[in-house]
């Protein structure tokens, strides 16, 4: 087994070893989140501007979306435009113009950068600002960068609602508090968190991204803000420059996680804790009673995350404290030290952390344990399996609803199903 880079020891009370690597890569990048996003809001339209290897991406992650009209598509760069032969730039209004006139329920149009577009060094931010000029007040045309180098695929997220947060309309200093939530949740979940807000006493709720970009929430420094997912930090960091105030917490995963993070908000809405505790019982109770059924099958388990999706910390707290499964080592592409305090100190001690790739060195890791379960990107999963080690593909996780009380029993499932169908396969 081949040593780790760098062993940095926390100097911070319990704060567990983190290995940090940096080698080869092995994960999608952050135009995979045009999936899930351009379901979220539908008044949106994602146009990459790319090769046809990003037409490939999309197409082959979206492959459902063959039936309907889809509300994303490539724009291709050809060899001559990387070779700087066509004014590409003339070609993009071209195509935005076309797509625009057959297309007029498209209310906000995102350019998305990609890899070519940036080795060419094509200004998205400059056609972004030429094209909204041009289709306003119709059409509010946006740009982020979704390109591979580097990055991560949930980082497309936070880079799209990171283009956001400019737009938000200004709330003034005297405004009444409000509460946004970040990151993109499937409705239902969304749905369920605003009930529950309500029921706590916290009426003034909205969301980034809500269902529709035209109704993006005001911002202003009576706004605080919670995090629904872990890797949101340039959209955390634009809204704090906008005056909003981040609510610090767990992140909202299994009945631990979501009573944190309600808890957190009520406190910054000065709602009295004991209210909250009776209105989150019942939620509580049947959480905890769905998630017993998973404990008996997962409790002693070993789980090995790979770095992939950014979820891997909030989501070994949750395997590790509610489900009893033993965390051999808890990989993370970034470790948003920030975002993450309450959820490292939640962590059993001592815990395997690492930071970063270096995906040889994690695979000669994982085969020398031999974990019960490996959690991994879909290029490793395979390879894996074949060796007889059980897998679950991190991409799965952002793709589901696994968020808030109703669905940690569901959460808990996505884990125990690898297992069973290995015990099956077995017999
Ligand atoms: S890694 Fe780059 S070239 Fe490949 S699909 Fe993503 S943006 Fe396109």
């Known amino acids: 087994m081949n040593a780790p880079a760098v062993i940095d020891r926390q100097s911070e009370g319990d704060c567990a070893p983190v290995i940090k690597e940096r080698g080869q890569r092995e994960v999608f990048c952050g135009l995979t989140g045009i999936i899930w996003l351009h379901r979220k809001m539908q008044d949106a339209f994602f146009l990459v501007v790319g090769s046809r290897t990003c037409a490939h991406l999309l197409q082959s992650a979206a492959g459902v979306m063959i039936f309907a009209e889809p509300r994303f598509a490539t724009a291709i760069m050809e060899e001559r435009d990387l070779a700087g032969l066509a004014d590409a730039n003339e070609e993009l209004d071209r195509i935005v113009d076309q797509l ?10 995102f350019l998305v950068g990609s890899c070519p577009s940036e080795v060419i060094k094509l200004d998205l931010s400059k056609a972004a600002q030429r094209l909204g000029a041009k289709h306003a007040p119709h059409v509010r045309v946006l740009n982020y960068s979704g390109s591979g180098i580097e990055t991560t695929f949930t980082e497309g997220e936070d880079a799209c609602l990171a283009s956001l947060v400019p737009e938000m309309p200004v709330l003034a200093a005297g405004a009444p508090a409000n509460l946004v939530v970040v990151g993109s949740l499937p409705d239902i979940v969304e ?16 969301s980034l991204p809500e269902r529709a970009v035209a109704d993006l929430p005001g ?5 605080c803000f919670l995090l629904a997912q872990p890797f949101l930090n340039e959209t955390a960091h634009l809204l704090e420059k906008r005056g909003a105030t981040r609510i610090d917490a767990l992140f909202p995963f299994g009945v631990e996680g979501t009573s944190n993070w309600l808890h957190a908000a009520a406190r910054a809405f000065a709602i009295d804790s004991d209210h909250v505790d009776r ?13 017993a059924h998973q404990r008996d099958r997962l409790a002693g388990k070993t789980i090995f995350f790979m770095p992939d999706s950014q979820l891997e910390i ?4 949750f395997l590790a404290n509610e489900l009893g499964m033993v965390l051999t080592e808890v990989g993370t592409p970034y470790l948003h030290r920030t975002h993450l305090t309450q959820e490292l100190a939640a962590l059993p001690p ?21 974990p019960d379960l490996t959690v991994c990107g879909l290029g490793l999963a395979n390879p894996l399996e074949a060796e007889g080690l059980s897998t679950k593909w991190a991409i799965e996780l952002v793709f589901s609803p696994i968020h808030g009380f109703d669905q940690a029993g569901d959460l808990a499932e996505l884990f125990a199903r690898p297992l069973r169908r290995r015990d099956v396969l077995r017999v």
């Open 350 to 370: 001592g815990v395997q952390l690492s930071e970063g790739q270096d995906v040889d060195k994690q695979l000669d890791r994982v085969r020398a344990i031999r």
């Open 314 to 317: 909030p989501l070994a707290r």
């Open 191 to 206: 749905d369920q968190f605003r009930r529950l807000f309500a029921e706590m006493g916290i009426a003034n709720v909205a």
């Open 279 to 291: 209105v989150l019982q019942p939620y509580q109770d049947r959480a905890h009673k769905a998630l």
């Open 100 to 109: 625009l006139a057959r297309r007029p329920e498209i209310k906000s149009l």
């Open 219 to 223: 911002v202003g420094p009576n706004t």
